[in-house]
């Protein structure tokens, strides 16, 4: 529930709350593609119910649910717009909530503090503690660089669409 309530808390620079429009699944009749767009549609009442009737087996299932909430959003919305926004920083609010409160815990499925450490904090010794050979040891020579010329092509967004694509 804390990592609920502080994403129901994080408001923008104005003190508008960012988990408005997250509240409630969008109405089919006024977003009819959104449901074409978005597979598994959820929203924070979604995950308010599925908490307290103890759906969640372990804390992984839980942060996937919360993970697959914020890219719906980034998926429907165009990014840089203000949801798309809200988004971001909402996951920001509840990474920062969930390290706090469910690493290191006896919850199913919870990481370790160390394990988290390496997974996201950025510290040397925690990135690197879970690694086979440390570093200073390691005595395999650099990785030889490409030639520019080897590459790969990257094709463009409108490549990629076809004209079905464009409704």
């Given amino acids: 529930m804390e990592c609920h309530k502080a994403v129901l ?6 003190g508008r709350k960012r988990c408005e429009l997250f509240r409630e699944l969008p109405d089919k009749r006024d977003y009819p593609d959104y449901y074409r767009i978005i ?5 924070l009442a979604q995950l308010r119910k599925r ?3 103890n759906v969640y087996k372990n804390v992984i299932a839980f ?3 919360w993970r697959l909430m914020f890219n719906n959003a980034r998926t429907y919305n165009q990014e840089g717009s203000w949801v798309y926004v809200d988004a971001e920083e909402m996951e920001k609010v509840f990474n920062a909530t ?8 006896d919850f199913p499925g919870a990481p370790s503090t160390t394990s988290s450490a390496a997974g996201g904090s950025g510290s040397a010794t925690g990135s690197y503690a879970s690694a086979l050979t440390p570093m200073e040891e390691d005595e395999r020579p650099p990785p030889t660089s490409r030639r520019s010329g080897s590459r790969k092509q990257v094709l463009s967004d409108e490549e990629y669409l076809t004209p079905s694509d464009d409704e």
Avoid at 9 to 14: H, L, P, R, V
Avoid at 39 to 43: S, V, Y
């Fill in 51 to 53: 908490c307290n009737a």
């Fill in 98 to 105: 969930w390290e706090k409160v469910i690493a290191g815990t």
């Fill in 9 to 14: 808390a994080c408001e923008d620079e104005n």
């Fill in 39 to 43: 597979n598994q549609p959820i929203a």
């Fill in 63 to 65: 942060r996937d649910d």
